[in-house]
């Protein structure tokens, strides 16, 4: 089925289930522990024994030598893949860095042995008792001092320059200007879940339960890597405890548990200690950025531009944090561009809206400088600079853009009237107290989606694919489109996800996953819808389905009387889209507390009122603003990897001493849909809202600080120490 313009499906007039606040229908068996998550798949095979991956202890160079005698004395022990035994493994389109080099040593705590024992803790001393001999060479590991080294990026997932007008010229003549530079800092993925894969052989084909966002992709890497057949390899994973892009990939876990299930010959399961997740895995890369804006008196842009500096292990691929300034403000004369160097550290990859989410750290707070050198509010600043169409592609309609009614909105919510312009104006005891705002951009891409509807002869249907769950509410989105599709209600509807035997969905990740997956189920609903009216001998424009039965043409037949059918089918999205700017947009407020004496900064509440498209479950969309939001303060006041510039590694490793907010940092959040349903997205007119979450709470943060204090922090995390000697005289 092939989606080539704008919506109209009568389904959609008048919704029973989608668009309801409902309750996950698998939040049972994750509040009763029952979800069966990779690591505690214990009844899916047999006789799995214990895995435990060693990582290199140099950031670059190459294995010497390797003893491993006593470790495969070592009590337990069944196997061992080392890496000065065993060939590397080949490589994929979707890893930067190899999961298994042999002796070349890429970055640190690059997987170099896998040892395999009855039990865990046997692996573990097993392991420990190797020992290693390397040839280090020397790396490079300082973005700062590489940058200006840096060429446009290649193979991103944006355009690397992009120039309309010209902006030199335009912004020398501006009537005001701002040119600043931001930084922000590496961040690491701190899921509850680390990455955990149960392999098993059966002859030639291997079955991996797994911790995957992308089933499909997943399925293709591992062919890749190990040289094997794609039809000879099945992926599993229904249940994942949290993703955020960094299990968009096969990682370390999956490629050392097939190798060691191999070596082992009995199943191997695995799972990365979490200093792994921080250097073995992937982050997100730091970034410095440079934001120039000119305006008229009135302050109109006139000229922006917006360049992004960041680093990766191949020179490719960095966080191109100008993604969003060429959909964000007017401005005849703009330009952006990425640069990326070549960094020896881990891997940067996808986290939380790549791109976007740092991006707006710069470019919103740069918005807000400039409204006060212009002594606007900065609410109707960006109300002034609002564009009728793309502003880098002027020829690109809008579908739907309500921005303007976010701040609005939000403004009134929050109530930004009584925000005092003047910094450091506002006490509350011992605490500065200071508002600030954001607006917020994410893109709203779909791709192609199938899935399975099946009735199940009584009544109910079983819906399968290949879409997973990452904690973002799948399931219940899947059954509640079933359920609407169908006539049926939420508990005659079951759902399967995350096997590679099903139809192969979008998978999740890329604020992507709800819209396409939920698409690809109402396409399997209308083949079913077919099927049916040929069974019956009606008219398939004229059948509808109410209260469990099929009516058309006279006929009014309950589902259970059709006895067991099914459909398959898939969505796919045609060019039309390419003459419009499809985005889900916010408006973010904070409001915090910094203490006068020590510097300390506190989040009092937190508002994001959003613009996705038809929100398919309040409830869950809900969930995942505020996780978003959550993750956002954790950018702005406290996480960073500290890069050990010597030796080339993450030395916080841990979830000690890489912090993220805990509950008493997060004391109120409140999230408003303005529910705007865009037909020019989806059947079901709906967008992604996970990543939007994301887009600019942090600037909103920022913003507020200064509010508060007078100070204006512009390399993150915003920490007390690059406050307190600037603090307000007590």
Known sequence: MEFNGPSQDAILTDPK??????????????????????????????????????????????????????????????????????????????????LFGGRKIAHYHQAIACVVAETFEEARAAAAMIRTSYEPEDGTYDLAKVAPSAELEKGGWGDARSDRGDFEATFGAAAEKLDQHYTTPDESHAMMEPMATIAAWDGDRLTVWTSNQMINWGKESLASILSIPEDKIRVDSPYIGGGFGGKLFVRADAVMAALAAKAAKRPVKVMLQRPLIFNNTTHRPATIQRVRIGTDKQGRIQAIAHECWSGNITGQ???NATAQTNHMYAGDDRMTASYVTQLDLPEGNAMRAPGEAPGHMGL??????????????????????????????????????????????????????????????????RWLVGMGVSAGFRGAP????????????????????DMTDIGTGSYTIIAQTAAECLGLPLEKVSVVLGDSAFPVSSGSGGQWGAASSTA????????LHRSIAQKLGIDPQTIRFEDGRVIGAGKTVPLSDLGQLAATGEIDFGDY?????IGTYAGHFCEVGVDRYTGEIRIRRMLAVCDAGRILNPLSARSQVIGAMTMAAGATLMEELAVDKRFGYFVNHDLASYEVPVHADIPHQEVVFLDTPDPYSTPLQAKGVGELGICGPTAAIA???????????????????KMIDQLPQV
């Not at 004395?73 to 590397?88: F, L, Q």
């Not at 779909?446 to 694919?465: H, I, W």
């Not at 913003?703 to 007390?720: D, K, M, Q, S």
């Open 446 to 465: 779909t791709t192609k989606s199938a899935a399975r509807v099946a009735l199940d002869g009584n009544g109910g249907a079983k819906v399968t694919t």
């Open 703 to 721: 913003n507020a600080v200064y509010n508060a204090t007078g100070i204006r922090v512009r390399e993150y995390p915003i920490t007390l120490d």
């Open 577 to 581: 889209k390419k003459g419009y700017d």
């Open 17 to 98: 289930v989608i668009g309801k606040s409902t309750r996950r229908i698998d939040g049972p068996l994750k509040t009763t522990g029952t979800a069966p998550y990779a690591y505690e798949r214990h009844d899916v095979v047999p006789n799995q024994a214990y895995g435990y991956v060693l990582g290199a202890g140099i950031a670059k160079g190459r294995i010497t030598a390797m003893n491993l005698e006593d470790a495969r004395k070592a009590p337990g022990v069944i196997a061992i893949v080392a890496a000065t035994e065993h060939e590397p493994v080949g490589s994929s389109d979707f890893n930067h860095a190899p």
């Open 364 to 429: 919103e707070v740069a918005i807000d400088e400039m409204a006060e050198k212009l002594g606007m509010d900065p609410i109707e600043f960006r109300i002034l600079n609002e564009p009728k169409t793309m502003p880098a592609h002027p020829d690109r309609k809008f579908s739907e853009r309500h921005l303007v009614r976010c701040l609005r909105e939000g403004g009134e919510r929050f109530g930004w009237s009584k925000r005092q312009a003047k910094p450091a104006s506002v006490s509350d005891g």
């Open 317 to 319: 691929d960095g966080e």
């Open 520 to 527: 690809g189920v109402y396409a399997a609903c209308i083949e």
